[in-house]
């Protein structure tokens, strides 16, 4: 009795230690939730649309396979060449999958319009693209600076540096000044390229889009209040030679920790010109 008891809790203990590395697995097979709140809605508009072709497979496979199984001619089955034509199963075969479709196009269409509304965002940031550098302009602050490749990365991918990639901290992933935000505010970024295509994506931030030269093209995030960090990205579009060696960093600050960091990269006031000194009084004639 002792031994059959136990086998349950062993079978569910060996059930919990194949699913630990296969749900790891899984999540880095998955779409990245990511740290906005736009992030979370593509998220989970992505889970509703997976789940439903999932249930959509099992069942057309199930059929499929009950059927092969079932009416087999190794069974005796016998095609039934009597049935030519069913209205009835054409208007069902036919309505259920608008059904699908409409009920997978709602969210869809709304979120969609969700991802392209950047109407009242609190702080607006135009990203320049160029060969191979991006330049950051806080529009409304008078901040303005370029990120580059960080010069540990650029020392270590020279040839014959004797410098292990493995080495570096982020390689080929940091940059000497990152794009700096507040977390919980709706921030808009317009992107243009000085050069050739290219585009600004950051996984994390659930946001990419083309940098095209002549163009103005805007996408917005914002990162949710308890999700101050450090997130990294790249250009997705082949734009020349050093494509692959400009990244993309963006540090979400709590607000007392970004006005600090804007009051640093503000240019100090200049100082008022010293007021002229005083006629020095005449001496009184003798």
Excluded at 9 to 34: D, E, F, I, K, Q
Excluded at 49 to 78: E, Q
Excluded at 218 to 237: M, N, T
Excluded at 240 to 250: L, S, T
Aim: charged letters at 15%; glycine letters at 6%.
């Amino acid at each position: 009795m002792l031994r059959k008891s136990a086998f349950p809790g062993a079978a569910a203990a060996a059930l919990a230690v194949l699913a630990a590395p296969a749900h790891a697995a899984w999540s880095g097979l998955n779409m990245t939730r990511g740290v906005t709140t736009l992030s979370g809605e593509t998220y989970s508009l992505h889970m509703l649309i997976l789940w439903v072709c999932v249930a959509i497979g099992v069942v057309v496979f199930g059929v499929m396979i009950f059927s092969l199984v079932n009416f087999r001619k190794s069974k005796g089955a016998v095609a039934d060449t009597s049935l030519l034509h069913s209205t009835k199963a054409e208007i069902v075969w036919t309505a259920i999958p608008v059904l699908i479709l409409v009920v997978m196009a709602v969210p869809a269409a709304r979120t969609l319009i969700r991802i392209e509304d950047a109407s009242n965002t609190q702080l607006t940031i135009k990203v320049t693209g160029y060969q191979w550098k991006w330049q950051y302009d806080y529009i409304d602050e008078g901040v303005s600076f370029f990120s580059t490749l960080s010069a540990d990365s650029n020392a270590a991918r020279q040839l014959d540096s004797g410098i292990a990639p493995g080495s570096v901290p982020d390689y080929l992933l940091s940059v000497d000044n990152p794009l700096v935000v507040p977390v919980g505010k709706k921030v808009r970024i317009l992107l243009t390229s000085q050069d050739v295509i290219h585009a600004w994506w950051v996984p994390a931030l659930s946001v990419k889009k083309d940098v095209i030269p002549g163009m103005m093209n805007e996408l917005w995030f914002q990162v949710q209040p308890d999700k101050a960090g450090v997130y990294r990205g790249q250009c997705a579009e082949l734009c020349g030679r050093d494509h692959g060696f400009m990244p993309i960093v963006v540090e979400a600050k709590s607000e007392a920790d970004y006005a600090a960091w804007l009051a640093s990269k503000k240019p100090a006031p200049a100082a008022a010109p010293a007021a002229p000194a005083a006629p020095v009084a005449a001496k009184a004639a003798n």
